[in-house]
C-alpha cells in the first residue's frame, strides 16, 4: 500500500471546477464524481435555482462526456426516456430510435414528478445499465451516471419515491445556499451557463475508465473496516426509531463510496475516515422510520449513531 503524492487526473476536476466554475460546490461535486466512480447514482434533493442543473453541465464538459437532460411531468413516458421503435418507410423495416438516456451523464430534473411507471422504467434501467424495446437489448453507455433532482418543498402533483426506489441511489445531498461572500460573488456574476458550456475536458474517457477499475480493484478495504460499516448498518437495524434499517447492498455501497473517497485522496486504502464521511450521504435516505417517527431527520439520526460506534485503530 501507498499513498502517493503523485495526483492522479481524475482528482483535477473537483479544484478545477470549484475553483474557475462551481464555487463553494466542492461536497456535492464530489459527491457525484464518487457516484461516477463506484457506478452508482446521485439524487439531489434541494430547492429550484441553487444550481443543480448548472453542477451536471459543468461536470460533463469538464469529463469530456455526453450529456443529456429530461424535464420530468405527469404525461412523460417511459419511452421518452429510454427510446421507442418505429417503422422506416424508407427502410421498409423497424428501427430503435434512442433515448435521452443514451447519454453519459443523464440529468433527471424533480424525479418525483414522473408517474411511477416512468419512474421505475428509468431505476431498472439505472440498476441493469440496458434498455430492451421490443424484444432486442441495448446497453447503455460507459460509464453512465444519473443525477436526479427533487424539490423537497413543492410536493403538489408529485409521486414521492418509495423507499425501495430510494434505495437505488448511491448517494442522496443537497446543494444548499452558498457562503454569503460567495452568493454576492454570484450575483454580482450573473449566469454562469454559457461559461459552463465552454469548459475544456480535463481528462479523458480512457483515464475515467481506469480509474473507474483502479476503484473496483486497486483500493484495499480492512478486515476491520468492513468490520466498522457492518457495525453501522446493524446499529441501524436495532436503532427503536427505525423500522427497516441499511440493508448489505447498501452496506457494499458504503465500503465502494470509501474506496473512491480513498482514491481521489491519492490513497489506494481507505481509513475510517473515508467511511465516516460518506456514510450519511449513502446510507441516511435508506432509513425507513417507524410509525411515529417520520419526522425524525434521518441525517441526524444516523450521525448521532456514528459518534457512538468506536472508530477502528489503524
Do not use: W
Amino acid at each position: 500500500m501507498n499513498n502517493s503524492n503523485k495526483q492522479n487526473p481524475l482528482q483535477r476536476i473537483i479544484p478545477h471546477l470549484a475553483d474557475s466554475h462551481l464555487p463553494g460546490r466542492e461536497k456535492p461535486l464530489k459527491l457525484a464524481v464518487i457516484a461516477l466512480l463506484t457506478g452508482g447514482h446521485i439524487l439531489i434533493e434541494d430547492l429550484p435555482g441553487l444550481g443543480k442543473t448548472t453542477l451536471a453541465l459543468a461536470l460533463a464538459s469538464a469529463l469530456g462526456l455526453t450529456f443529456g437532460r429530461v424535464q420530468c411531468t405527469s404525461d412523460l413516458l417511459p419511452s421518452d426516456i429510454t427510446g421507442l421503435t418505429i417503422f422506416d418507410r424508407h427502410e421498409n423495416g423497424f428501427r430503435f430510435i434512442k433515448g435521452p438516456i443514451f447519454n453519459n451523464i443523464l440529468l433527471v430534473d424533480e424525479i418525483n414528478r414522473a408517474m411511477p411507471k416512468t419512474q421505475s422504467a428509468l431505476l431498472e434501467a439505472m440498476e441493469e445499465q440496458r434498455v430492451t424495446a421490443d424484444g432486442e437489448t441495448y446497453h447503455l453507455p460507459d460509464p453512465f451516471l444519473v443525477i436526479a433532482t427533487q424539490n423537497p418543498s413543492e410536493q403538489v402533483g408529485t409521486y414521492p419515491l418509495p423507499e425501495s426506489q430510494m434505495d437505488r441511489f448511491l448517494i442522496r445531498t443537497g446543494m444548499g445556499y452558498p457562503d454569503e461572500e460567495i452568493e454576492k460573488l454570484i450575483i454580482r456574476s450573473g449566469s454562469i451557463r454559457d461559461g459552463i458550456r465552454s469548459i475544456q475536458p480535463v481528462v479523458d474517457h480512457d483515464q475515467i475508465i481506469q480509474g473507474i477499475k483502479s476503484v473496483k480493484t486497486g483500493i484495499f478495504l480492512s478486515e476491520k473496516l468492513a468490520d466498522y460499516i457492518y457495525t453501522i448498518v446493524t446499529a441501524t437495524r436495532n436503532h427503536a426509531m427505525v423500522q427497516t434499517g441499511i440493508s448489505t447492498r447498501g452496506g457494499i455501497n458504503l465500503a465502494d463510496a470509501a474506496k473512491a473517497n480513498a482514491f481521489l485522496a491519492g490513497r489506494d486504502f481507505v481509513l475510517p475516515e473515508d467511511i465516516k464521511e460518506l456514510a450519511v450521504p449513502v446510507e441516511a435516505h435508506r432509513l425507513l422510520m417507524r410509525p411515529g417517527y417520520e419526522s425524525i431527520d434521518r441525517e441526524g439520526l444516523l450521525n448521532d449513531l456514528l459518534t457512538k460506534i468506536p472508530i477502528p485503530l489503524s
